[in-house]
């Protein structure tokens, strides 16, 4: 069935479909409508959920890490602000094994306070042991709840899905929402591999002296390895299921491209318009959108790049200091190439400024007229 | 700690850090600084009883729907629910926590529910004391003079520790004001009744149509080894007015216990009462159910009236008429009607009592033709036949808390001994003479006992622990509404008795007030917050974050195994209604 609704509605729904246990939130704009969407759906006895009110974010990733550990399959959304409070415990639940998924609708943080889209807020915790994965349109939000739980469960590694404030998360769109037959058919109930019993006390993620702490960790990443291929198998799985899917990297436009622009999020449907536009104008440039950004999919990304000459990246977030943190990770990723591009690191559009078709196509017009870029971090729409 | 687990290589490794020991080694109780513990406290509406009614353990156990068990709770304080539940003025109410939340709980209507129900179950029996440390039968006797509800009151206590108790009463029938005074739509007498039954099958003895004077003189009582005068304030304060003594001038007492007697009144139409007690309005709504026309002349403000603020209302709405700031000063015969000439009143400074007194503004005399006139402007105790030597003030006998005068086995309590006249605090004066008595005729010191039973700031006594030897003892603090955890607690709107519709109400002596159904009394008594008593809500179980909350089974264990308790107070703040205290570690 269709439906008309926005990027937040999508998540309930697809959280609803999950068939989870708990919901641990705390308010906070662009997420609320979210966990209002939840809880009337919970009020509603549409899904049989607990829905836990805390005080705080960290309190709600908490009360996640609490009920998975038991067993539950539970979720929470946040953003900014909110996901910057939860930062400690968003690595208590990754090295807890716990296969959690957060929502994050990406907002600027402040100061100056902002309410807009932004991705510095998620892409700050790319080091927390979370799988990242950023969201195009709402139709893919709903589709990317259900592959997440999938995967988590799959590696006990918790899931952070990622979408644009305002863009997606309070824009309507057609939405097929499937049935929950359907849904039930692929994402089965969560079988924990840890049971809490009371017979058997036990303390989960206790002190862990350093002879063992570097092999926990290993584990850990040894596991954010086979997230790629994991990832792939339940995508290949719901295409197959519901018609449609999302690869960690798509590469669109012209096969043949010598200029690819890389982006990730919403920003990817303006981008895939301004290529066709200058491709249809005879213009060299192909489009690359990057959904995973957590494990990083090196291979898969070195793959989409080969042959290709100059890349563009236009980043909604900055590492200060730094720049852009996709073009800091792409250069990273080329780094052992034998033949390695040019990376022209753009940052545009953060705090929610719109990043219209006029910035991309300056961005590309850019990269096509110099071999180099002047330097590592391009500003884009700067009021200098 | 138990032994370590080693691993060689990371494959051999869970994939998270697991203890399958426990932590109980860890004695995190050592790191307390301040100590947690279950305390029960008092909570305003029972440090606001006159009566020691443990009012909020009756709601908790008829919140419970255990409605006989409320009314066990009710008795072991009072044996007259059912009447308190009607004409007390419910000062608990007044000072009721929810009200600055909402709206106060409907507590007397709730006490009324309960001793109805309990009224209805079949074969139902009064459960004595479990006495622990009283004989079973005790040879004293002891006469109470006066079998209204002070001097049953007193008796029915007595008799539960196995006292030989005889009532002496003057009228024919038992019941005090509580029957010649109270209209019977107020109180219904077949409620009076039972409950007065109920304390006769204690075996207590009645002597009705027995007035002390020269047929039983207070001297002739010397078989008793105490005994408590309770014989109201029945003399009517007079006008000093001319004319007084004239026809158709009526005493207000006498008139209400004429009527209830269903004794034949004459009374004009138009009638004067002249007062504003709660005797006058209770004159003055008998006198429209019996289709007159009544007008009421008080010499103060309707905000002085010591009348209760219900009943006052409730005269308005049935027709009663007014005039305040108004003092008669002469009753002449006129060629028809009667001439009650009056002075316009103004209110001076304040009295000894903290009322403004009323003083005459000259020149503004006037007359109110009426066929009767009503006085009802007070009472007083007739002292004449108490012995000599009995120390008196400001015409009452001198007494301590619990009744005792200077004269040795001579008590006296209710109305008799007291300025403050309502129901309440005559059951209140009886049940602390009865425990008085008991002490004293033990050879302890009474006061003692009594100052140890006291409620909150007192002077009501809870009798519970001192019959069965155990709680509800609580600590007198009186719980604030500041000190509530108002988290836990969402509004609710006030149950309430409907009454009759007013044009019936008028034209009859029948209850005006139904009682709740039984939903309603449910709901009602699940608004209270039970202030200062555990009522088992499991919050200390479920946020003590180290699991030192014993329960057994879904009940609270009101322990906290100290061994581990942390001293956090999460379970001190978490608590809705304070019944846990928190002191600093001792160490």
Not at chain 1, 26 to 50: D, F, H
Not at chain 1, 206 to 225: C, D
Not at chain 1, 349 to 370: F, N, Q, S
């Amino acid at each position: 069935m269709k439906r008309i609704i926005t990027g937040n509605q999508a998540v309930a729904y697809g959280v609803m479909l999950s068939h989870v246990d708990l919901i641990a939130a705390y308010p906070i704009t662009p997420q609320t409508t979210i966990v209002e969407e939840l809880s009337e759906l919970c009020a509603r006895g549409r899904l049989k959920a607990q829905f836990l009110k805390v005080e705080s974010e960290h309190s709600a990733l908490a009360a996640c890490i609490g009920a998975s550990t038991g067993g539950l399959r539970t979720f929470t959304a946040t953003s900014s602000h909110g996901l910057a409070y939860m930062h400690e415990m968003l690595h208590w639940a990754s090295g807890g094994r716990l296969p959690i998924v957060l929502v994050n609708v990406n907002r600027a943080l402040g100061p100056g306070w902002n309410i807009w889209n932004d991705q510095t807020d998620s892409l700050s915790q790319r080091d927390t042991g979370w799988i990242q994965l950023y969201c195009e349109k709402n139709q893919e939000v709903l589709d990317t709840i259900l592959q997440a739980y999938r995967i988590a469960e799959s590696l006990s590694l918790p899931v952070m899905v990622v979408l644009d404030a305002f863009v997606l998360s309070h824009t309507s769109e057609a939405v097929d929402i499937p049935s929950e037959e359907k849904v039930e058919g692929f994402l089965p109930p969560f079988a924990s591999p840890n049971t809490l019993d009371p017979q058997r006390p036990g303390a989960y993620s206790g002190i862990t002296p350093p002879e063992y702490y570097l092999e926990f960790r290993y584990k850990i990443q040894k596991a954010m390895e086979e997230v790629p291929e994991v990832a792939c198998t339940v995508n290949q799985e719901f295409k197959n299921r519901f018609g449609r899917g999302y690869d960690l990297v798509e590469r669109y436009g012209k096969k043949e491209a010598r200029v690819l622009l890389v982006t990730s999020g919403a920003v990817t449907s303006t981008a895939r318009w301004v290529i066709r536009r200058m491709t249809e104008e005879g213009k060299d440039v192909g489009g690359l959108k990057v959904k995973m950004i957590r494990p990083f999919p090196c291979e898969e990304i070195k793959e989409a790049i080969r042959g290709v000459e100059k890349v563009a990246v236009i980043d909604r977030n900055l590492s200060l200091g730094v720049g852009g943190i996709l073009a800091q990770e792409l250069r990273a990723c080329l780094y052992h190439q034998e033949k390695k591009p040019p990376v022209f690191g753009f940052v545009a559009g953060l705090g929610g400024r719109d990043i219209t078709p006029e910035v991309i196509e300056e961005a590309i017009e850019y990269t096509l007229r110099r071999s180099r870029p002047e330097s590592d971090l391009l500003w884009l729409g700067l009021k200098r | 700690m138990g032994n370590p687990i080693v691993f060689d290589r990371e494959s051999e490794m869970p994939d998270l850090p697991l203890s399958q020991g426990d932590m109980e080694w860890n004695k995190t109780g050592t790191w307390r600084t301040q100590r947690p513990f279950y305390e029960n406290k008092t909570s305003p509406c029972n440090a606001a009883c006159p009566a020691g009614n443990d009012v909020v353990s009756f709601i908790l156990r008829a919140g419970e729907g255990d409605f006989e068990g409320a009314w066990n709770l009710l008795r072991e304080e009072n044996p007259f629910p059912g009447v308190c539940g009607r004409v007390c003025f419910h000062p608990c109410e007044t000072k009721c926590n929810r009200s600055s939340f909402d709206e106060p709980i409907a507590i007397h209507a709730l006490e009324r529910f309960v001793s109805d129900f309990a009224a209805q179950l079949p074969g139902r029996k009064i459960e004595g004391p479990k006495p622990l440390r009283v004989p079973k039968k005790r040879k004293e006797k002891v006469a109470i003079i006066g079998a209204g509800p002070a001097g049953m009151t007193c008796a029915y206590h007595l008799a539960r520790l196995f006292y030989d108790v005889t009532v002496f009463e003057s009228l024919p029938f038992t019941g005090g004001l509580l029957r010649t005074g109270i209209p019977s739509y107020r109180l219904p007498r077949e409620v009076l009744d039972r409950e007065i039954a109920a304390i006769e099958a204690l075996g207590v003895k009645i002597k009705t149509g027995v007035p002390v004077g020269p047929a039983m003189r207070m001297e002739d009582l010397k078989d008793f080894g105490a005994i408590f005068v309770s014989a109201g304030a029945h003399r009517s304060r007079r006008l000093r007015i001319p004319g007084e003594r004239g026809r158709q001038v009526l005493n207000g007492l006498h008139f209400l216990q004429t009527i209830h007697l269903g004794e034949e009144v004459e009374v004009g139409q138009r009638v004067a009462v002249i007062g504003g007690g709660n005797t006058a309005i209770d004159v003055a709504r008998c006198l429209i159910r019996m289709g007159r026309r009544p007008i009421v002349l008080y010499r103060r403000t309707r905000d002085e009236m010591p009348a209760f603020e219900e009943e006052v209302l409730e005269a308005l709405e049935e027709g009663v008429e007014f005039q305040f700031l108004v003092n008669p000063i002469r009753i002449r015969e006129g060629k028809n009607q009667k001439e009650l000439e009056c002075v316009r009143m103004r209110l001076a400074e304040r009295d000894e009592t903290g009322r403004r007194k009323p003083v005459p503004i000259g020149g503004s005399s006037f007359v109110i033709e009426v066929d009767s006139v009503i006085v009802a402007a007070g009472e007083e105790p007739d002292l004449s036949f108490l012995p000599r030597g009995v120390k008196k003030r400001e015409g009452l006998v001198l007494t301590r808390a619990g009744g005792s005068t200077n004269v040795a086995r001579l008590f006296a309590g209710g109305d008799f001994a007291s300025r403050e006249r309502t129901v309440a605090h005559a059951i209140g004066s009886g049940k602390r003479s009865a425990v008085a008595i008991d002490g004293y005729l033990r050879g302890e010191d009474p006061e003692r006992i009594l100052q140890s039973l006291i409620v909150g700031d007192g002077p009501s006594i809870s009798v519970f622990p001192f019959f069965h030897g155990e709680g509800p003892s609580r600590n007198p603090h009186v719980v604030r509404f500041e000190e509530l955890n108002l988290d836990y607690f969402e509004k609710a709107k006030r149950q309430s008795e409907t009454k009759h519709p007013l044009a019936e109400r008028v034209k009859g002596f029948f209850e005006i007030r139904s009682a709740l159904s039984e939903k309603a009394a449910l709901e009602e008594a699940g608004r209270c917050f039970h202030c200062g008593t555990c009522d088992e809500c499991g919050n200390c179980y479920t946020f003590c974050p180290d699991a030192a909350v014993r329960r057994e089974g879904k009940s609270i264990c009101h322990e906290v195994d100290y061994d581990f308790c942390k001293g956090c107070g999460i379970c001190f703040v978490e608590c809705p209604r304070r019944a846990i205290s928190l002191r600093e570690e001792a160490r």
